[in-house]
């Protein structure tokens, strides 16, 4: 399934979708946008859990300026509007996203990256804002992804000097949940996404949807919007097996 720029493979409730510009390292094109938003926008029925991941050495080194170069201030906005969009489907569609990544995690491949909700990173990871450094702003939600992670104060660092940072100093500072040897991130994402496809589906929805909106609200809304959460989830069929199934000391068998 996909095209040549964005290959997928579906396995039960689980989809890896590959990006193959291995020339380019993988960068984000127009074309390889379209591809992500339209499988954000109608992925398969039964897919519960996608893995993203690269080829060649590389997730994703970021957008291509041999495209942007060319674009009016006009045509920016709207692109950069578009690239919001599309990262909003990946962490707010409903689907939860895993990320193997090594090589570049570059510009908007980390705000691709930051997008998703697990983050898996090889020794040869390397994760970078380098716009600054080509006399650009960033486009793709890193101020409001990456800004979160980092904070205010050390991303407009990494921005001004082009600062990298690699697997293990992005495990510190949150970009990656997991740093594994050479040629394991694809591995551990399959068993970590094999594991989340077994949760309640509502419950997996309700983490996604909720935890990061409530960190934008007060304190006194995000206690009210947990509730909320914790409510419904607690009434459905699903919970009942779970809380049965810790009583009988057995797995859960959601819908």
């Given amino acids: 399934m996909g095209n040549e720029m964005l290959k997928i493979d579906t396995d039960g409730p689980i989809a890896t979708l590959t990006m193959n510009r291995p020339d380019k390292r993988n960068a984000m094109c127009e074309a390889l946008l379209v591809a992500l938003d339209a499988f954000f926008s109608a992925p398969p029925k039964d897919v519960r859990v996608v893995i993203l991941t690269g080829i060649k050495g590389h997730y994703c080194s970021g957008l291509d300026l041999s495209e942007h170069v060319h674009r009016s201030a006009e045509d920016n906005l709207y692109h950069s509007r578009h690239w919001h969009a599309v990262m909003e489907k990946i962490q707010f569609g409903g689907l939860t996203v895993v990320s193997a990544m090594f090589g570049a995690v570059i510009g908007g491949g980390l705000e691709l990256a930051t997008a998703t909700h697990v983050r898996i990173a090889e020794p040869s990871t390397i994760f970078q804002l380098p716009e ?124």
């Fill in 132 to 255: 600054g450094r080509r006399g650009i702003f960033v486009g793709g939600g890193a101020t409001a992804r990456v800004g979160r992670l980092l904070g205010a104060d050390r991303m407009t660092e990494m921005m001004l000097t082009g600062r990298k940072y690699n697997a293990a100093e992005g495990l510190d500072l949150g970009l990656a949940h997991y740093a594994v040897e050479d040629g394991a991130a694809l591995a551990l994402a399959q068993k970590l996404a094999g594991k989340i496809a077994r949760n309640a589906p509502l419950s997996n929805y309700l983490m996604i949807q909720s935890i990061a909106r409530i960190n934008d609200m007060s304190q006194a809304d995000g206690l009210f919007t947990e509730s909320l959460a914790a409510a419904l989830s607690q009434s459905t069929p699903d919970a009942e097996e779970g809380l049965r199934a810790f009583l009988e000391k057995r797995a859960p068998k959601f819908r």
